[in-house]
């Protein structure tokens, strides 16, 4: 119990860091609590702090919302969602690792493409549909499909705080439609929602830590550490998987 209180610890100070920060910390805090809870059950336990960091985000963030870009991509996302959760429902834990490992991966990728190339086909329709589409199987699998949502979002060209405002929404939107699902699944349940409960703590500080000290945190160098970081953590799921 003691090393599932200390991840849970980690986890909610990571996430609450994220959300506050400079954010990208998503691919690494899964395979965090997945020491101490194997398995796609990890996402069951990771998804209530999800949707208390994405209140506080709201909460935050509530004006300039850009409610059609929301409508362009959310659809898909939904039925993403969907598609995801019959794949959870139908992988082992051996497939559930593999599949997480190379998530992380490709995620990592395109924070590299975002990094160094335009990508203005993301203001077609098409690529909407499309990015919406695979943001919702991502971050119903793996919880990571930030980089998924940032691709899209800064190719609206939207103001700065339209794109937080707006980006916090769909998060939000997209967490609570994953609820029933997860609870359909057994993922999410009464004990994995208590076992949530003791990384509000965590969350509370990290949220606290990111909101104040952001401006003394040199992003770029920050960003590498996390690629580095969850590099590794995927390339650990591989060697268990």
């Known amino acids: 119990?003691?090393?599932?209180?200390?991840?849970?610890?980690?986890?909610?100070?990571?996430?609450?860091?994220?959300?506050?920060?400079?954010?990208?910390?998503?691919?690494?805090?899964?395979?965090?609590?997945?020491?101490?809870?194997?398995?796609?059950?990890?996402?069951?336990?990771?998804?209530?702090?999800?949707?208390?960091?994405?209140?506080?985000?709201?909460?935050?963030?509530?004006s300039k919302i850009d409610w059609s870009v929301l409508a362009r991509f959310l659809p898909l996302a939904f039925l993403g969602v969907f598609v995801g959760s019959y794949f959870l429902a139908n992988v082992d834990a051996d497939q559930f690792l593999t599949f997480l490992g190379v998530t992380i991966i490709a995620m990592i990728g395109l924070g590299l493409y975002l990094d160094f190339r335009p990508a203005a086909f993301m203001r077609k329709p098409w690529a909407a549909y499309s990015m919406g589409f695979f943001g919702g199987v991502i971050s119903m699998i793996a919880n990571a499909a930030g980089p998924i949502f940032s691709l899209f979002l800064l190719e609206q060209k939207l103001e700065k705080a339209s794109y937080v405002s707006t980006r916090a929404w769909a998060f939000f939107i997209i967490n609570l439609v994953k609820l029933p699902f997860y609870i359909g699944l057994g993922l999410l349940s009464v004990e994995s929602t208590e076992a949530s409960l003791y990384a509000?703590?965590?969350?509370?500080i990290g949220s606290f830590i990111g909101f104040h000290f952001l401006k003394k945190v040199n992003p770029i160098q920050f960003k590498w550490m996390i690629r580095i970081m969850s590099a590794l953590a995927a390339f650990k799921l591989f060697l268990f998987s």
């Not at 860091?17 to 398995?39: D, E, H, N, T, Y």
């Not at 509000?200 to 509370?204: A, F, K, M, S, V």
Request: net charge negative; no cysteine.
């Open 1 to 62: 119990m003691d090393l599932s209180l200390a991840v849970l610890f980690l986890a909610g100070l990571i996430t609450g860091f994220s959300k506050f920060s400079v954010g990208g910390m998503g691919l690494l805090v899964l395979p965090i609590v997945m020491i101490a809870f194997p398995g796609p059950e990890a996402l069951g336990v990771l998804l209530p702090l999800y949707i208390i960091t994405d209140l506080m985000a709201i909460a935050s963030y509530r």
């Open 200 to 204: 509000i703590p965590g969350l509370i």
